[in-house]
């Protein structure tokens, strides 16, 4: 509180949790999302009860205010021993970094970084290109503001020649000519202001870094009141940072008093910025539109087979073989391999089926890395060459692990492919958070290399892209020198795929693929180690996020055609457009209370990148009379508060085809998902020329509510708890 009054700053509320008896973080991100007094909201965070509850509060919050995060107990969790890479490499702290950036918020380390990520975010709106313009009276200061800005990824503006033009008019010859723009230490108050001036109307110069020494020549006092009148116009676009202490106590204030955050050191400033770039860059997560994926239907029944026989027989890690069947289920496409018992002959006949060269591996329940005790044999060209392979072999592992039981060999066919990048995909189960997937760069120095992003799922493409730029991997399957780019989309499917495979089968604890190998013409899983668990760790249930609930989608007779009605996804944006481009602009002013020729690109993102566990849009698909793709007909969509007592309904048909029952279809199926739900009351706040609606809702047992008929609209309401399991008459 003290801090925030010395930077004129202030608090709507400031509240402590204690011992989250009953009210948690969820309650206190879902209270002050919808407080109008508060911009931002800052969280110190030791632990969370209900990973969902926040992360569905937490995602409904940033989407309205900045949301900063500062987490502490962050190492005392430490790496623990798991059978697969994976399970070492996925540590909570690193997934709770995966929950913040998902959720759209923006983590800190200190609680100085939160206070000044707060000044930012209070302050600062420029850079949304995300680079910086920086302009100081020191080469020494503009330098150390550089190489933060290097360290930290931002790249510095080029001058355009317009503005280079201008700046040249205003400054002495030996100025920098570049940025920084280094206006001279001699530089009397003119030159500030004129420098500024040209910054500030170009608007392709973005956010402006104002850095200043002092200096003998001119007080720093007169210099900021100078170019106050300046900068206020556009102080969300500048930053400040005036060096010293008490030689610049009146111009920080003559600063901040113009609007404008300021820091105490270059490094800060540039810090500041970086954390705002961060944190856009996690906002745009929240809307990009992802491509569907090429993953086909998974046979999850195969892959549901494999792994109760496994169980069945008392096993835990599944052989390389099974664990191949399981991904082979979910369109990830593996190397042809053969599971063999321990023999040479057994091995050589394999070899000879596959065909030459082979590779040969040891099979066991109890060697996970195979490895790290001689378990591997490559390039194998011929008969002899894989029976001295399994003869050595066998001998070593005796000889090293006596008591590791030997199940066999397995022998795949020699991969072709000397471009491809050795990656690592996996997924582990966090105490937490649930299910986590694991992307990196892969091979048998994965723990040394420790390149690696962590997801949490569901992933669509994407969020897969996402996770594989951020690691340093990414840099290689760009391309370089002769090896052109890695096909980026097959290895977001596979992220997709393990997502997918998570959601469906509950019994998987590990999973790693490595190396999955990848390059121009696709990917190839080479090797591959699942282990499972009788006691169900994984499952859609157990997502921190609630997965698209497919389940839901049903197909229903409407005139003698066949409608689907199913959740909306994400890849719906476009068939969502062309939806809304077929209504008539009257049937839009009433479902939206406003008259509107298109929906913006920001709120189109967020009618189809819902959260299924507070609410639900079902679409009508109806495939043309002529062939081709199904077009969204009409959208039906409940929001349910975070009590999930009562939920706003809201119901759009596309205009040449109302009156024809689609209405009640979609009315039909929110009632019953909402009744399921466990939602106590479902409203509508429908105008009151809308009579249209109002027939529909009186039809389906909605009543007014008394007291609104000085109002333009009229709030319509059904009790769900007294008629739980009551059937619904739905009009033809």
Known sequence: MDWARSRRLGFSHLVSLGEHADVDFGDLLDYLASDPQTRSIL?????????????????????????????????????????????????????????????????????????????????????????????????????????????????????????????????????????????????????????????????????VLFLHAPTAIVRSDDIARACAPIVRPDADRVMACWLGDAAVTDARRIFEEAGVADYATPEEAVHAFASVVTYRRNQALLTEAPTASENGPPAVDAARTVIARALDAGREMLDESEAKAVLVAYGIPVVKTLAVDASADAAEDAAR??????????????????????????????????????????????????????????????????????????????????????????????????????????????????????????????????????????????????????????????????PLWADADGVLALDARLRVSRTPCAGAQRFAIAPYPAELAETVAWRGRELLLRPIRPEDEARHRAFFEQVEPRDLRLRFFSSRRELPRSELARLVQIDYAREMAFIALLAPARGGAPETVGVVRVVCDPDNVEAELAILVRSDLKHQGLGHLLLDKAIRHLRGHGTQRVVADVLHENAAMRELARSHGFTAEPGQDSTASMRLVRELAADRGAPITVHP
């Open 43 to 207: 969280l110190y965070i030791e632990s969370i009860e209900s990973p969902r509850k926040f992360m569905s509060a937490a995602r409904a919050a940033a989407r309205n205010k900045p949301v900063v995060v500062v987490k502490a107990g962050r190492a005392g969790n430490g790496i623990h021993a798991a059978a697969s890479h994976t399970g070492a490499l996925a540590g909570s702290d690193v997934v709770f970094d995966a929950a913040i950036r998902r959720a759209g918020m923006l983590r800190v380390d200190t609680l100085q970084e939160l206070f000044t990520a707060a000044e930012t975010l209070a302050r600062f709106r420029g850079g949304h290109d995300g680079t910086l313009t920086i302009v100081t009276n020191g080469g020494g200061a503009g330098v150390m503001a550089a190489d933060a800005a290097s360290l930290a990824g931002i790249p510095l503006r080029e001058l355009g020649p317009e503005l280079l033009s201008r700046l040249d008019a205003g400054l002495p010859a030996t100025w920098s000519h570049a940025n920084p723009i280094d206006i001279i230490g001699d530089a009397p108050v003119q030159r500030y202001t004129d420098t500024l001036r040209a910054l500030l109307a170009d608007r392709d110069t973005g956010a």
């Open 353 to 514: 089926t596959l065909g030459y060269p082979v590779a040969l591996k040891i099979r066991s329940r109890d060697i996970s890395h195979k490895s790290d005790v001689g378990g591997v044999a490559l390039d194998l060209c011929d008969g002899a060459a894989v029976r001295d392979a399994t003869d050595s072999m066998l001998s070593r592992i005796r000889g090293s692990r006596p008591q590791a039981r030997i199940d066999g060999f397995t022998v795949q066919a020699m991969g072709k492919r000397p471009l491809a990048q050795e990656l690592i995909v996996g997924a582990s189960i966090d105490p937490l958070f649930g299910p986590v997937i694991l992307f990196g760069q892969g091979g048998t120095a994965v723990e040394v290399l420790a390149d690696r992003a962590v997801a949490l799922p569901p992933l669509n493409r994407v969020l897969a892209h996402e996770a594989i730029g951020r690691t340093r991997v990414a840099k290689l399957l760009a391309g370089y020198r002769d090896h052109p780019p890695a096909k980026l989309d097959a290895i977001a499917d596979v992220l997709v795929a393990v997502s997918q495979m998570l959601a469906d089968l509950p019994q998987i604890a590990e999973l790693d693929i490595n």
